[in-house]
């Protein structure tokens, strides 16, 4: 009868694990990518659960557009990367590299779930509003230093729906 039970308490706990909401996966890519190193050269494996990136190179800065979305959350994203490093005197706020990405909304997949979820990877946000027209979060982390997560809800450009934007930056 132990036998039994202790079987079932293991399905029941491989299941739970296996149904992780669509917010709990996309937070889990963004924060264990965005929190690790990153170079020009991994940048487009890091995020590539997402987005299949194309990169272009061009007088030290690295572009990469989406060639093609990896998940159905993620409607457009785009990065780039200073190659040189070194501060020029144009680029002083400029930052080493950015990551971004468009969400839309779906049945199973809003702000505020992926707000949750980030929290709960991340920890309680830096900095956060709700106010109409300014709906974000941030969080700034220790480790790698300089490195910034914004969450942020915005209308879509083309077709007026509501989105939801993610950036990870990293400050020189």
Do not use: C
Request: charged share 20%; aromatic share 8%; proline share 5%.
């Amino acid at each position: 009868m132990r036998a039994i039970i202790g079987a079932f308490v293991f399905l029941l706990a491989m299941a739970g694990t296996a149904l992780a909401a669509p917010v709990d996966d996309v937070a889990g890519v963004l924060a264990d990518a965005g929190r690790k190193p990153l170079t020009a050269d991994s940048l487009s494996t890091d995020f590539a659960r997402l987005s299949h990136f194309k990169r272009s190179d061009s007088n030290g800065m690295v572009l990469f557009t989406q060639e093609a979305p990896a998940d159905g959350h993620v409607r457009n994203a785009q990065a780039q990367f200073d190659t040189i490093g070194a501060t020029r005197p144009a680029t002083d706020k400029m930052p080493l590299f950015s990551v971004a990405f468009e969400l839309v909304d779906q049945p199973d997949f809003s702000f505020d779930g992926l707000a949750a979820a980030l929290e709960r990877k991340l920890g309680t946000p830096t900095a956060s509003s709700n106010q109409a027209g300014a709906v974000f979060r941030t969080w700034l982390l220790a480790e790698p230093h300089g490195r910034s997560f914004t969450l942020a809800r915005a209308q879509g450009s083309d077709n007026g729906e509501m989105i939801t934007i993610v950036q990870v930056v990293q400050s020189r």
